[in-house]
């Protein structure tokens, strides 16, 4: 007997749909990813370290946080924060900002990165 292509592209599509949910962004992984941020960025916002506050990030221009020294490689970047954009800085934030003043290596793993930035999505 011949299934119908609707019912077997439907049994093809089920596996991968129950997949999805273990590949989506876990904010909770992410708030627990940023202690290593941490060190350097807090989450409150007007309240900078080393690095300038993150709280707002996501729909901020690179290189606005008042009362922060940037160096001048991030104030020209010209660049506003959003997931693709965050994701590829945060892989390496020196490749994607030569002369930044951010030392950090960046985050390799994937899924990490992604918990990160929706838990960056989350402070406004």
Known sequence: ???????????????????????????????????????????EAGKNKIGPSLFGIVGR??????????????KNFGHTWDAATLDTYLTDPRATVPQTKMIFPGIKDEKERQDIIAYLETLK
Do not use: Q
């Open 61 to 74: 221009k690179a290189g606005s946080v008042e009362n922060f020294n940037y160096s001048e490689a991030m």
């Open 1 to 43: 007997m011949r299934l119908p292509i609707s019912r077997l592209g439907l049994g093809l599509l089920l596996p991968l749909v129950a997949m999805w949910p273990a590949a989506a962004a876990d904010v909770e992984a992410g708030k627990a990813d940023f202690k290593k941020c941490a060190l350097c960025h807090t989450t």
